[in-house]
């Protein structure tokens, strides 16, 4: 059974950091691709990241370039989200997604066919 686990969300002062985990059970990372969503309130949800099944390749949207950096560590079966310079619009559930072949639009939810429960990020000072 596929399972994806988020931890790692909390709060945290604007300018702060935080690390997201992904750890995946009932597959390996090589056979797809991990991507990082957010949703506020009120906000319809958002592509934040994503990493390639080769780990080799990685995309971020306009609004977590230079911030947010996506790893993996395959001897955990896990995918991190590193973000840095947390704004207090950095604020929402994240979420992270499994799909083998997403396509170019990996900013879609509707691309990714497995989702975690999400951990929540609250920036505020």
């Known amino acids: 059974q596929l399972q994806l686990v988020e931890s790692g969300g909390g709060l945290v002062q604007p300018g702060g950091s935080l690390r997201l985990s992904c750890v995946a059970s009932g597959f390996t990372l090589d056979d797809y691709v991990i991507g990082w969503f957010r949703q506020a309130p009120g906000k319809e949800r958002e592509g934040v990241s994503c990493?390639?099944?080769?780990?080799?390749?990685?995309n971020y949207a306009s609004s977590a370039k230079g911030r947010f950096t996506i790893s993996r560590d395959i001897n955990k079966n896990t995918v991190y989200l590193q973000m840095d310079s947390l704004k207090l619009e950095d604020t929402a559930v994240y979420y992270c997604a499994a799909d083998r072949a997403p396509g170019s639009r990996w900013y879609l939810g509707r691309a990714y066919d497995y989702w975690g429960q999400g951990t929540q990020v609250t920036v505020s000072s």
């Open positions: 990493i390639t099944s080769s780990g080799t390749s990685t």
